[in-house]
Nanobody, 119 residues
Framework: QVHLVESGGGLVQAGGSLRLSCAASGRTVSSYAMGWFRQAPGKERESVARISWNVKNTYYADSVKGRFTISRDNAKNTAYLQMNSLKPEDTDVYYC????????????WGQGTQVTVSS
């Protein structure tokens, strides 16, 4: 079982930056793909970014390309999402997740961290 805890969310003005962290415990996730998602109340969960276990492959939603960067430190069992040039429409609860089989089906989810961008 993998337990994921996100941190780093908060309130920031438009144009500002935040760095989210996702710390995994229970077992190592170094051989698993990881991803960040976001969801607002009443809306579908959106895939924001994804990173392969070996860091060679990344994916970004069009809405965040050039502004967000996903990374991971396998030695720390942690993934990150650096968010720059934040916009009010980035306001959401952000979740990290683990994909054990690299089949785009996320097997473990964190509880989420709120990001609020004021205009």
């Amino acid at each position: 079982q993998v337990h994921l805890v996100e941190s780093g969310g908060g309130l920031v003005q438009a144009g500002g930056s935040l760095r989210l962290s996702c710390a995994a415990s229970g077992r190592t996730v170094s051989s698993y793909a990881m991803g960040w998602f976001r969801q607002a109340p009443g809306k579908e969960r959106e895939s924001v970014a994804r990173i392969s276990w070996n860091v060679k492959n990344t994916y970004y939603a069009d809405s965040v390309k050039g502004r967000f960067t996903i990374s991971r430190d396998n030695a720390k069992n942690t993934a990150y999402l650096q968010m720059n040039s934040l916009k009010p429409e980035d306001t959401d609860v952000y979740y990290c997740a683990v994909d054990r089989n690299s089949d785009n089906i996320m097997d473990y989810w964190g509880q989420g961290t709120q990001v609020t961008v004021s205009s």
